[in-house]
């Protein structure tokens, strides 16, 4: 990595003691670190005597500082190298645009600082493997912010398909909608879809086969993607990634023998929020879940994983859901980059 030319000091994931300052560092105050992240740390610290938000870092140094008054992080910076080198902190949470996401952790793992990130963990395969490399030689742990997996309703759907083999799936179907995306790469948005849909199943993609339906008079790389998906569990999938409809939504449904489980997911402006999970068996509704009525960056995960991350590091645990357990999405959200139309692991 080019962005820092020294290494300050090697950072290990210990266990604290009560007593103990367990001091965060965060890096990037933009619009997803004021709606989420933000307010994750500001409820993890305020439950957690021991945690300090020690300081915050933008480029833009003014944000830096609103950013600073409005979560109760004691200092700002403008350079990350300055913040890591003067405070030494315990973790370092990293939500930077998705074009830096790879030099920058890197560089933060190899001095040695434990890493939650921002997905997506990197743009492509390269990428992705560079961010591992770094991980293993520095010897840090690290955890990818795939905030759908630390979903309230997502986690129930998941805890109630793993009291069951994998092989006992059917079929799932996601549905990714937006209203008015015109992203000309959407395929850093579609890649929760991807992650979630293998997170449900509990197996890797083994095959994709992908169609899509451009628009080119809306602008540039617009179009509706289309997976035909087969898992190595032997289950099927069909992943519909829509960013120009009527309706904010992200909808799961898995079919099982007997039994189907209808995913309404909270998320953001979200129509279905605060969520929703349907348990049908053989035409009769036998559970029926309403998201609690808890703030979004709650309800969509966004504190849930925060809260993992900083627990296991606390605890001396390695965190789950680490760099590598993303890169089958990385590869899965290239391909709809490049506009390929198959994918075989």
Request: glycine share 6%; charged share 25%.
């Amino acid at each position: 990595t080019t962005m820092f030319r020294e290494r300050d000091r090697v950072h290990r994931c210990r266990p604290v003691e009560v007593y103990m300052a367990f001091r965060v560092c965060t890096v990037g105050c933009g619009s997803l670190a004021n709606q989420a992240h933000g307010p994750s740390l500001r409820r993890y610290a305020d439950t957690h005597g021991e945690v300090e938000l020690t300081a915050c870092c933008d480029v833009d140094a003014a944000r830096a500082a609103a950013y600073r008054e409005t979560f109760g992080f004691q200092r700002a910076y403008a350079d990350v190298r300055e913040m890591l080198h003067v405070e030494h902190p315990d973790a370092v949470c990293l939500m930077a645009p998705v074009e830096k996401t790879c030099e920058l952790s890197c560089a933060i793992m190899n001095l040695g600082y434990p890493l939650l990130m921002e997905k997506p963990p990197g743009l492509n395969r390269h990428e992705r493997q560079e961010m591992i490399a770094a991980a293993r030689k520095a010897d840090v742990p690290n955890q990818v912010s795939f905030n759908r997996r630390y979903t309230p309703l997502v986690l129930q759907l998941r805890n109630e398909l793993r009291r069951r083999p994998p092989e006992a799936i059917q079929n799932l179907r996601y549905d990714f909608f937006r209203i008015n995306r015109r992203d000309a790469d959407f395929a850093t948005t579609a890649i929760h879809g991807i992650d979630t849909t293998r997170f449900l199943a509990g197996a890797d993609y083994r095959h994709v086969r992908f169609t899509y339906q451009p628009f080119p008079d809306l602008g540039p790389g617009i179009a509706n993607i289309f997976m035909a998906c087969e898992f190595t569990s032997g289950a099927t999938g069909h992943l519909n990634f829509c960013p120009v409809t009527g309706v904010l939504i992200e909808r799961a449904t898995v079919t099982l023998f007997d039994t189907t489980f209808f995913l309404n997911i909270p998320i953001w402006q979200a129509f279905d929020t605060p969520g929703r999970l349907t348990q049908v068996e053989k035409g009769v509704v036998v559970a029926d879940s309403v998201g609690d009525d808890e703030p979004l960056f709650i309800a969509s995960g966004f504190y849930g994983e925060n809260e993992s991350f900083l627990d296991d590091l606390r605890l001396g645990r390695s965190p789950v859901g680490d760099i590598a357990s993303g890169l089958q999405a990385v590869e899965i959200a290239d391909c709809i980059r490049q506009r390929r139309t198959d994918y075989q692991a």
